[in-house]
């Protein structure tokens, strides 16, 4: 769990740069003067990855959300707006997310198939087919959680930006890894069903 999230590390380069954009907000309520010190603060981390030849994964992923943040907040001159993208994202994961149990195809399946080195044989068992959908359900459940407090906070009049950067860290990375132990826990019951061959 803790090298899929990039570790402790990765988890203080994925805040960072809202942390500092936030931070920099509320105290100057400039919202272009934020946005350079949230991008600074992802560049800045870039380098330092560059510099110790380590991988900039998730620095690069950090980056390339404030980038898109900050063109929706200095498009509309509303800190806000910086995160409205992440609202979204988390909207259309969560849609995407439980359409795949829908249809009987949810998404965790392939990462197993992935790992099996056949994308879609775990398909033809039944009981695979329904723990993988459960699986899926732990992943939408944090997607779900975000929009239904971030957006609520997003249309609120005022400025929402303070509160709406506390609430998009404290439920990132800390909710993606409660997620990520309850999968590890139904997993760890030993109850994975698997289809013995017939002989």
């Known amino acids: 769990m803790s090298k899929a999230l990039g570790g402790i590390r990765g988890m203080l380069e ?3 740069p ?9 105290v100057l309520d400039e919202v272009r003067t934020a946005v350079f010190a ?12 560059i510099l110790q030849k380590s991988n900039p994964q998730f620095v ?26 992440g609202i979204m994202l988390n909207a259309a994961y969560g849609v995407g997310l439980t359409f795949s149990i829908l249809v009987r195809w949810p998404a965790v399946g392939f990462i197993i198939g992935s790992v099996t080195g056949d994308p879609t044989a775990w398909r033809s068992d039944p009981g695979i087919v329904k ?18 407090v971030q957006y609520p906070i997003y249309i609120g009049a005022g400025d ?8 998009k860290i404290g439920m990132g990375w800390p909710l993606q890894v409660a997620a990520l132990a309850a999968m590890a826990w139904l997993l760890a019951r030993g109850r994975t069903p698997i289809e013995r061959p017939r002989t």
Do not use: K
């Not at 809202?18 to 509320?26: E, G, K, Q, S, W």
């Not at 900050?70 to 707006?81: M, Y």
């Not at 899926?136 to 459940?141: E, I, K, P, R, S």
């Not at 929402?160 to 609430?167: I, K, P, V």
């Open 14 to 16: 994925a805040a960072a």
């Open 18 to 26: 809202v942390t500092a954009f936030t931070l920099t907000f509320v």
């Open 38 to 49: 949230g991008i600074g603060a992802a560049v800045v981390l870039l380098l330092v990855r």
């Open 60 to 85: 690069l992923n950090s980056l390339l959300g404030i980038a898109i943040a900050a063109f929706f907040a200095l498009r509309s001159g509303d800190a806000e707006d910086a995160f409205l993208p």
């Open 131 to 148: 723990l993988c959908s459960r699986l899926t359900w732990l992943l939408v459940l944090p997607c779900v959680l975000r929009v239904a």
């Open 160 to 167: 929402q930006s303070g509160l709406l950067g506390a609430a």
